[in-house]
């Protein structure tokens, strides 16, 4: 059996229990958690079988297979590559174990088209340029179009969540190809170099993390060496540009319903005070970030890290306009277009996981403290990145949030749960936690109760950071040019029980 247990409850059962097999009563005799993903559990058992689990929904192994004909003694997740995995058996044999595609879960159609792509590409590797012509190099080329479309089409077939991960690992290995022969066949040439790290983030985008993050690595090589051969070219006009974007247009606001503000907050007093009760804007606690420091972001920085990179933006202020759409570009291009430039059309790189992609600029931003207070070890981090009058309407989340403000201001207004009906939800599902209302031009024919629905306010300035409990609503516009990050924790959050031996004990030990 496999049992979890909660050493902060008072009770003296598990939360859960899971049998190791269905058939007989096998022992467990080793098991590793994830390194990132504390949630996934690999067990060996005294038969040999390697079984992981999703222990959010353990009573279904996600995967199990016949790693020895004797006991397993011991197995380890890589700490650092957590796609390897390592076990020793009884017999003395060890086996390294890596994360593969399972072609055999796709079509044959595109089997035998991804295997000639693979047959064709090590051709090309393995000749020189003039053993291999550039027709055959066109061919080859052609092939990894067709096989990009034929995985993009079953990508978006259905919902999202529903397509098998082997399509995505496919889209992002023969990305993985397009990206190299895109190098072989243009070397240093500023075009190819192009179209390689485009290649590299479009499988980062539509597919899943092959090869220890080769994709990353490749495109953040290649932006590099495209910022350096483009670094002349560049004037001092975005720099004032960036300050002249500064004046935004801030609202009259009643010193009565400014939200409160703490300078660092204690861990206890985040537990007991703040935690699941009130949003608080906090001070402090972003100071030690690099990205406030000496990586302080600004419109060049973004350029060096990841100007050449494709991102998906949001085309329109907000997304309930009609107009409201998606579209991909770099992020040079998004700078030069919607930042640096007026637009009668504002783009929004919003509610993007901006630092899975680039993982270079996760490293200028430090998750607080006060997110690992649960059991979620998942922390989900999405950037917004945007123009002067970008906005996000009047909405809920389920979960918590920190909203952290890097650069530039936004003025947020927030309200209750509780005068959710005068709000006005939309009735449709896809928009059931979003306001009809126009926050600050409401049409008070339409919706008479909204004015007398209380609310918070406050202007979130660069280098301060908003809590925000569940289904709290709030409406955000920025005020200037604006990068934020949004750490977002499940809504389960576990608190320190009020009673209980291990109470005061987990404070002390909550860096651990």
């Known amino acids: 059996m496999i049992k979890l247990w909660d050493l902060r409850s008072i009770s003296e059962k598990p939360i859960l229990s899971t049998s190791l097999s269905e058939d007989s009563e096998v ?37 199990v297979m016949e790693a020895s004909d004797n006991c397993l003694n011991d197995l380890r997740f890589h700490p650092e590559r957590a796609d390897h995995l390592f076990t020793a058996s009884e017999s003395g044999s060890v086996w390294h174990w890596l994360d593969k595609m399972d072609d055999k879960k796709l079509n044959p159609s595109i089997r035998h088209l991804f295997g000639e792509i693979t047959q064709m590409y ?52 023969v990305s993985l190809f397009k990206a190299l022969l895109c190098l072989e066949l243009g070397k240093d040439e500023g075009s190819d170099l192009v179209n390689a790290i485009a290649a590299c983030d479009m499988g980062l985008i539509m597919g899943e ?40 247009c801030y609202p009259q606001m009643n010193k009565d319903n400014f939200v409160e503000t703490i300078h660092v907050p204690s861990i206890e007093t985040f537990l007991l ?31 060096k890290v990841a100007g050449y990179r494709t ?24 700078i030069d277009n919607y930042i640096l430039t007026s637009n009668a059309t504002a783009g929004y790189l919003a509610q993007y996981q901006l630092f899975q992609q680039i993982p270079q600029l996760k490293k200028d931003i430090l998750v607080p403290d006060y997110c690992y207070l649960g059991t979620c070890d998942d922390i989900q981090v999405n950037a917004w990145f945007g123009p002067r009058g970008t906005i996000s309407p009047l909405h809920y989340d389920p979960d918590h949030n920190f909203l952290s403000q890097v650069v530039g201001s936004k003025y947020i207004r927030l309200y209750s749960e509780e005068v959710t009906s005068s709000l006005y939800p939309h009735e ?54 604006s990068f934020s990050d949004c750490l977002r924790v499940e809504r389960q959050w576990y608190g320190i029980p009020n009673s209980g031996p291990f109470r005061l004990a987990r404070l002390g030990q909550i860096r651990e």
């Not at 690999?42 to 999703?54: E, F, K, N, P």
């Not at 990009?148 to 969540?161: A, D």
């Not at 300035?461 to 200037?480: C, N």
Request: glycine share 4%; aromatic share 10%; with cysteine.
């Open 27 to 63: 022992g467990v005799t080793s098991m590793d958690r994830h390194p990132f993903q504390g949630h996934i559990v690999a067990v060996g058992g005294y038969d040999g079988m390697l079984t992981v689990y999703d222990m959010r929904k353990a009573q279904t192994p996600v995967t």
């Open 122 to 173: 090590l051709e090309v590797r393995n000749n020189s340029s003039t053993q291999f012509s550039e027709t055959e190099c066109s061919t080859l080329l052609l092939k990894i179009d067709s096989a990009l479309h034929y995985v993009w089409e079953q990508l978006h077939t259905g919902q999202w969540k529903d397509v098998d991960p082997e399509w995505r690992k496919l889209y992002s290995y």
């Open 209 to 248: 993390p092959i090869l220890d993050g080769l994709l990353s690595n490749i495109a953040d090589s290649l932006n590099e060496k495209l910022w350096i051969l483009s670094e002349t070219k560049r004037t001092i006009q975005e720099n004032q540009n960036e300050q002249e974007d500064n004046n935004g």
């Open 273 to 303: 005070d703040i935690m699941n009760k009130k949003p608080v804007v906090i001070t402090g606690a972003m100071d030690f970030w690099p990205a406030m420091s000496e990586s302080r972001w600004s419109v060049n920085y973004l350029r």
């Open 311 to 334: 991102v998906p933006i949001e085309i329109g202020s907000k997304y309930t306009d009609d107009a409201w759409s998606q579209s991909l570009t770099t992020v040079n291009q998004f």
């Open 428 to 481: 449709q599902d896809l928009l059931f936690n979003t306001s009809q209302v126009d926050v600050e031009h409401p049409d008070i024919e339409h919706f008479p109760l909204f004015l007398s629905a209380p609310y918070l306010e406050t202007i979130l300035e660069s280098g301060s950071m908003l809590y925000l409990p569940p289904r709290v609503w709030h409406y955000v516009r920025s005020l200037s040019t």
